[in-house]
């Protein structure tokens, strides 16, 4: 916040008819000095292939790379990394790029996404976390729902990246918890990035027909989870399963719905909703993405 802002704020807190509240201005003078406040956003990755394709998807990604302020560094929770019964960090200072699929173009296998690591980052976050102990990845890189990403968001690849595992060993609800004890993070230039799809079912690909109209049952559960996000429904995200058959064919397996839950579960409550894309590809997939960031 500019100093002479900042003073007017002040003298703002301190009474009168447009006096704000004290936490209000408490979160105001903490966060003096130490720039814009991150958001948390979310990508429907889909395809590996989107990383080397120019489509409207990857398009709205380059987008987004023009519009958000530079972060210090970018925390990113794939459907990718899953560590039973731990929750890990990544600390290497130069990240791999992780080429964790098969059956693809030998072009895809070339691309490298170079960004830094950020140890420093990694364990400040891990020592925020408290519901748990969370250990250092000292091997893992950047896996495909990581650098997929990022290399149409920051194509120059010099924004440090991190990663933090999905553990499998935990609920929706401990996952989102989880979440919440790295709100602050964003406060100190860290972006939180989750990575997976809000539907991702594999075996119900539709290859014969990818254009067609998406399931029924796959426009249903992209359309709660539309609602919940506009509602800010956090209840209803952790809960999803309540949606019974739905929220099953949505996702046989839930690590590519556990991203979305560590994008709202860092929200705050000043942030505001705002779509990046959105669309139902091969008939179970989502590619629903958004951000929520401060007005």
Known sequence: MHRRRFLGVAALASGGAFAMRLTEFRQLAEHHGKGPVMPSIFIGHGSPMNAIQDNAFTRSLARLGER????????????????PGRTLVAVHPRPETIHDFGGFPRELYQVRYPAPGAPE???????????LQVHEGHEMGLDHGAWSVLKHIWPAADVPVFQMSL????????????????????????????????????????????????????????????????????????????LGAVADLAHPTNDHYLPLLYTVGTAGDGDVLDRIHSGLEMGSISMRSFMLARS
Do not use: C
């Not at 980052?121 to 519901?131: L, S």
């Open 68 to 83: 958000l302020d530079r972060p210090k560094a970018v925390l990113v929770v794939s459907a990718h990394w899953l560590t």
């Open 121 to 131: 980052a990694a364990r400040r976050a891990a020592g925020m976390i408290t519901g």
């Open 167 to 242: 553990n499998w060993g935990l609920s929706t609800a401990g996952h989102h918890a989880l979440a919440g004890e790295l709100k602050a993070l964003r406060n100190d230039g860290i972006l939180v990035l989750g990575s997976g799809n809000v539907v991702h079912n594999l075996g119900r690909l539709n290859w014969t027909a990818p254009d067609a109209p998406a399931y029924d049952w796959a426009q249903e559960f992209d359309a709660f989870v539309a609602d919940r996000l506009e509602a800010g429904d956090h209840q209803a995200l952790i809960a999803y399963r309540s």
